[in-house]
């Protein structure tokens, strides 16, 4: 029989590429999430009945339980930029994460695969990248043999980064970012999700930080997305203590709102986290050693971005016509 993964947050940006290439290779695989009839796109991944999205909450033992159960891998795809409510920091990527990784120790999982993030510091100002450090040891404590993934920011065709920032340039001539002159190493999904099976499959252990071969920016990220976009907008930066002061405002709103006010424009915590660079580190271990050759923005960005240009599909078409009447 095809041996089984349980992917834990299969149906997200990252997961389910994980989940397509674990069916590709032939192995069964449960896709855990808290709605199951939302992720029914899976299941084409694979032929009938090789993958299928099952209830699991990783707050709750007995769901996670009935998730692991029979595995041989598993892997953790679940992340919030939520600091507050019940899903928050502490409780999916600290307590969620040493869950998933207790249990799947006591059910006889072999493998196990954690998706963290690179600046995971226990000793961290920033809420999201201390419990992303604490998730990294409680995992390792109940399964020393995990393999470690820590990504600098994913970009692809679902990603909530580029797509952002390219839906704001429809309606404003300002883009405002924080932390203009923070240098990232943006890394393509799906190399995330390549080195993620070669850790399910038992194939590499131990931590690995992963960027990809461009380092830029955020100021340099947003101009190469304008230039995909073909849009002219004025870049402005905000300094961190403004930027930390209108976090801190948005974040005020959304509590005393009881979360009506969803604010996923700008968090404190994430212009703390916007005052380090999102780098691979020189000692870390990194795609090289995992034998994966990373995919450049360059590659990837026109593949997606073209419907944030004016327009859109005939972007193309509209400058060839240009071209041939200046010529």
């Known amino acids: 029989m095809a041996k089984l993964v349980t992917i834990f947050g299969g149906s997200g940006f990252v997961g389910r590429y994980i989940a397509r290439r674990m069916a590709k290779d032939g192995w069964r ?32 033992e007995g769901s996670v339980r009935a998730a692991i159960r029979g595995a041989d891998a598993v892997v953790n795809c679940v992340g919030t930029f939520d600091a507050g409510g019940k899903n928050n920091f502490q409780a999916v990527q600290h307590e969620g994460a040493a869950l998933l990784a207790r249990v799947a120790a006591e059910e006889g999982a072999v493998n196990f695969v ?38 600098s920011v994913i970009f692809g065709p679902e990603d909530a980064f580029f797509n952002r920032f390219a839906g704001m340039t429809r309606n404003s001539p300002i883009l405002p970012v924080a932390g203009a002159d923070t240098r990232f190493q943006p890394v393509y999904v799906d190399d995330v999700a390549q080195a993620a099976v070669l850790g399910a499959q038992g194939l590499a252990t131990g931590t690995y930080e992963l960027g990809g071969p461009d380092t830029a920016t955020f100021r340099e990220l947003m101009e190469k997305m304008l230039n995909v976009v073909r849009r002219r907008r004025l ?69 997606y971005l073209w419907p944030y240009r004016p327009a859109g599909q005939f972007s193309d078409i509209q400058e060839s016509a240009k071209n041939l009447r200046e010529g």
């Open 29 to 60: 695989v449960r896709v855990a999430v808290r709605r199951p009839n939302e992720a029914l796109f899976v299941k084409p991944y694979g032929v009938v009945g090789q993958v299928e999205p099952i209830l699991a909450n990783i707050r709750d």
């Open 114 to 151: 954690q998706i963290s993030a690179i600046g995971a510091d226990e000793d961290s100002e920033s809420l999201y990248a201390k419990s992303k450090a604490q998730g990294e040891a409680a995992v390792l404590e109940a399964f020393p043999n995990a393999t470690i993934l820590r990504p």
């Open 235 to 303: 870049i402005v930066n905000m300094p961190f203590f403004f930027a930390g002061i209108l976090g801190s405002i948005l974040d005020f709103m959304s509590t005393i709102t009881g979360g009506l006010f969803n604010n996923s424009i700008l968090t404190r915590d994430q212009v703390r986290s916007l005052q380090y660079d999102n780098v691979v580190a020189d000692d870390a271990r990194t795609f090289a050693d995992l034998g994966i050759e990373p995919t450049s923005m360059d590659v990837v960005l026109e593949d």
